[in-house]
């Protein structure tokens, strides 16, 4: 029985988690449901991005564009579609293994495709500013905007959630 709510469980009462009090099938949904949400947001970036790159190559700017330009343009382009590709990767994944009771499963390899999209997120984010910059600029101050940019992100995005997970982590 579950002692918050008195009903039977579906695994017999095992606990995975003594603080949340879960069985693993209930912490499966939930990091799902916060998976979800999570992706909800990288996307939603991802998608916007890479439609207004989509719409550069048809302007008649990009005929001016100098050969690393173009260069940069295309390569800000792939890295933006497999960002999509990895963070549109998990619902497919979901709906692909969907009552085949693999959900612990498929919470790791969908945090696998996450992170991955989130590191090609960076990418297509670095590579786009760097275009933008190149052209609005031309200047020589555009590698050391790109570099204190990239450095932000990689603070916001992995240093201090990895210094939270070290510092506040129980040693269990």
Request: aromatic residues 8%; contains cysteine.
């Given at each position: 029985?579950?002692?918050?709510?008195?009903?039977?469980?579906?695994?017999?009462?095992?606990r995975?988690?003594?603080?949340?009090?879960?069985?693993a099938?209930?912490?499966?949904?939930?990091?799902?449901?916060?998976?979800?949400?999570?992706?909800?947001?990288?996307?939603t970036g991802?998608?916007?991005?890479?439609?207004?790159?989509?719409t550069v190559a048809?302007?008649?700017?990009f005929?001016?564009?100098?050969?690393?330009?173009?260069?940069?343009?295309?390569?800000?382009?792939?890295?933006g579609?497999?960002?999509?590709?990895?963070?549109?990767?998990?619902v497919?994944?979901?709906?692909?293994?969907s009552?085949?009771r693999?959900?612990?499963?498929?919470?790791?390899w969908?945090?696998?495709?996450?992170?991955?999209?989130?590191?090609?997120?960076?990418?297509?984010?670095t590579s786009?500013?760097?275009?933008?910059?190149?052209?609005?600029?031309h200047?020589?101050?555009?590698?050391?905007l790109v570099?204190?940019?990239?450095?932000?992100?990689?603070?916001?995005?992995?240093?201090?959630?990895?210094?939270?997970?070290?510092?506040?982590?129980?040693?269990?």
């Amino acid at each position: 029985m579950n002692e918050r709510n008195g009903s039977a469980r579906p695994d017999g009462g095992k606990r995975t988690d003594p603080g949340r009090r879960e069985s693993a099938e209930e912490r499966a949904d939930r990091q799902w449901q916060e998976l979800m949400q999570e992706i909800r947001v990288a996307q939603t970036g991802v998608q916007i991005l890479f439609g207004f790159l989509l719409t550069v190559a048809f302007t008649p700017h990009f005929q001016a564009l100098s050969d690393t330009d173009r260069a940069i343009y295309i390569a800000t382009v792939v890295v933006g579609s497999l960002a999509a590709g990895a963070l549109i990767g998990p619902v497919s994944f979901h709906r692909i293994v969907s009552g085949r009771r693999i959900k612990p499963e498929a919470v790791v390899w969908a945090s696998r495709l996450t992170f991955t999209g989130i590191v090609l997120l960076l990418a297509t984010f670095t590579s786009a500013l760097l275009l933008v910059l190149r052209v609005a600029t031309h200047g020589m101050l555009v590698p050391c905007l790109v570099g204190g940019v990239v450095a932000w992100y990689l603070l916001c995005w992995f240093a201090l959630p990895l210094w939270a997970r070290e510092r506040h982590t129980d040693e269990r």
